[in-house]
């Protein structure tokens, strides 16, 4: 069975709705009319929208008790409905919580519709014992497909759906929310019959619904089955990633049958992922703030960079034992190396975090002389001494300006929200340095618009992004990707 995807259309007037199903109908051959959507819905109206459609339909009326718009009663809710099966729409949804006489007579009397009845939970996903339960008890109506859908408050409620989509072909099933995003996505892997998508970022009929085109071009949606390889991103921001952006199309672009998600979770939800991740035999993972160190102790092996290091930014699942590998080292070194041989070079280091230590690892392989300084001095004198570099006081960051040839700003400085801010002062720059600033968003931080001014050559936290992102493709496929592809995925980002 290949998952349909439907686009609901949500206009309040039956005009604008007939505008938006054909905008619908030019993208899917399965679009859900929301009547309730529709000021003063009546059956003329019905009858007007339905002769102007050319594919399937799911006709539906959610009571305002169930997050809905209609507010007529339910006598002429259940007329909209037989109307509708009249008209021949290809489908229409019932949910559970009507009365079970009235969900009866509509099913007895269906004639060539097909009937779903619908439970949803705005508040939550159920375990999947109470889930199975709520499938059982929809199952003895007899309807042609039954449709479950929850609010996700945790990534891992998305795996609850997954289990209950196992072995079952009458099932629509996923999570709203940020959350839940996955489970809309990875409907085709999981057996959901149908998934949903927004005509627009506007049209949005439930929280979390992906748009039609996002789907698509961010997520090569049509290409997902049940064999495509899980990977995606952890980190608690997950959502502003840009790597799905240049990982899908080149997974594309590949033939690869992969798919680069974002997984949304706080440490307290990584133990349980982690075990999730396991189950569903996920391919891969990248790994950010604030994960990269607690990682380290829910997988199995870590290789000797990330060891020295002390962080992982990337898992690889090899036949079901979990590999962690630091790439990020490698992205800065690359994106220094576009500039400079680093080799006898004389590199200042602001910051002691965890990414400093990947940068300092990088550069000292490369050969370069290191000096790092922070904010926190006991914490610069650690690091320099666990590599054997040199460390500095900030108290005079002109001279380490001037004594220097590169600077690399490992810090949080500068990043959003705090864009205004810069690390070093537009008086303690001197021309002729190569700057690089890890920070990503946004790509122009103020240090390298400073250092830019001043007659440097500077290096955005993009380009450290998508050559470590190089790497971890390589890891994950034993491929390489297109340089110029991710280049130019990336940019379309910025
Ligand atoms: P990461 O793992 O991403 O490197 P981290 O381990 O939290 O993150 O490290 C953040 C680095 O940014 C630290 O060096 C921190 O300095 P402290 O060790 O003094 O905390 C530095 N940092 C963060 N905010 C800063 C600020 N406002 N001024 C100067 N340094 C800052």
Same mark, same amino acid.
């Given at each position: 069975m290949k998952t349909r995807i439907c686009v609901p259309v949500t206009a309040d007037t039956v005009d604008q709705a007939i505008v938006d199903l054909k905008q619908a109908e030019k993208f899917t051959d399965l679009v859900e009319l929301r009547i309730d959507f529709i000021k003063n819905i009546d059956i003329g109206k019905l009858e007007i929208l339905l002769k102007? %459609?050319? %594919?399937?339909?799911?006709?539906?009326c959610r009571p305002k008790s169930l997050n809905g718009n209609f507010i007529g009663n339910e006598k002429e809710r259940i007329n909209l409905l037989k109307k509708s099966i009249e008209l021949n729409a290809e489908f229409v949804d019932i949910e559970s919580d009507s009365d079970n006489g009235l969900i009866g007579d509509i099913i007895q009397n269906k004639k060539n519709t097909k009937i779903i009845v619908s439970y949803h939970n705005f508040k939550e996903t159920p375990k999947l014992e109470q889930l199975a339960n709520i499938y059982n008890d929809i199952k003895k109506l007899n309807p042609d497909l039954i449709k479950i859908v929850t609010f996700a408050g945790s990534i891992n409620d998305n795996f609850e759906i997954f289990k209950l989509l196992k072995d079952k072909n009458d099932l629509i099933s996923f999570c709203m929310g940020l959350r839940g995003e996955i489970s809309r996505i990875l409907a085709p892997k999981y057996g959901s019959c149908i998934t949903f998508a927004s005509l627009n970022e506007e049209k949005v009929s439930a929280p979390g619904q992906i748009d039609i085109n996002e789907m698509d071009?961010?997520?090569? &949606?049509? !290409?997902?089955?049940?064999e495509t390889m899980v990977i995606g991103l952890i980190g608690e921001h997950a959502e502003h990633s840009k790597s799905k952006s240049i990982m899908n199309p080149s997974f594309k672009d !590949?033939?690869?049958? &992969?798919v680069y998600l974002t997984f949304k979770l706080t440490t307290d939800e990584l133990p349980a992922f982690m075990k999730n991740f396991r189950q569903?035999? &996920?391919?891969?993972?990248?790994?950010?703030?604030?994960?990269?160190?607690? *990682?380290i102790k829910m997988i199995d092996e870590i290789d000797e960079t990330a060891q020295k290091i002390g962080a992982t930014n990337t898992i690889v699942n090899k036949n079901d034992k979990l590999m962690g590998y630091n790439t990020d080292y490698y992205g800065a070194i690359e994106a220094l190396k576009e500039k400079t041989p680093l080799n006898n070079k004389k590199a200042l280091v602001l910051g002691a975090g965890g990414?400093?230590?990947?940068? *300092?690892?990088? !550069?000292? %392989?490369?050969?370069?002389g290191i000096t790092i300084v922070n904010r926190t001095k006991e914490k610069a004198e650690k690091l320099a001494s666990d590599f054997d570099v040199k460390f500095s006081e900030i108290n005079n960051m002109k001279k380490l300006v001037i004594d220097n040839d590169? *600077?690399?700003?490992?810090?949080?400085?500068?990043?959003?929200?705090? *864009?205004?801010?810069?690390?070093?002062?537009?008086?303690? &720059?001197?021309s002729g340095k190569i700057v690089m600033d890890i920070v990503p968003i946004p790509p122009n931080t103020k240090l390298l618009k400073i250092a830019k001014s001043a007659g440097c050559q500077v290096i955005s936290g993009n380009r450290m992004l998508l050559h470590q992102a190089i790497k971890q493709f390589r890891l994950w496929t034993g491929q390489d990707p297109k340089f110029k592809l991710m280049e130019s995925?990336?940019? !379309?980002?910025l």
């Open positions: 102007n %459609k050319t %594919k399937e339909v799911i006709v539906t071009n961010v997520y090569n &949606f049509s !290409l997902i089955n049940e !590949l033939k690869l049958n &992969f569903f035999e &996920f391919a891969g993972a990248s790994v950010t703030i604030p994960h990269k160190l607690k *990682i990414a400093a230590r990947a940068v *300092i690892y990088g !550069l000292k %392989k490369e050969g370069a590169i *600077i690399v700003n490992t810090t949080s400085v500068g990043m959003v929200p705090n *864009i205004n801010e810069s690390i070093i002062k537009e008086d303690e &720059f001197v995925k990336l940019k !379309l980002t």
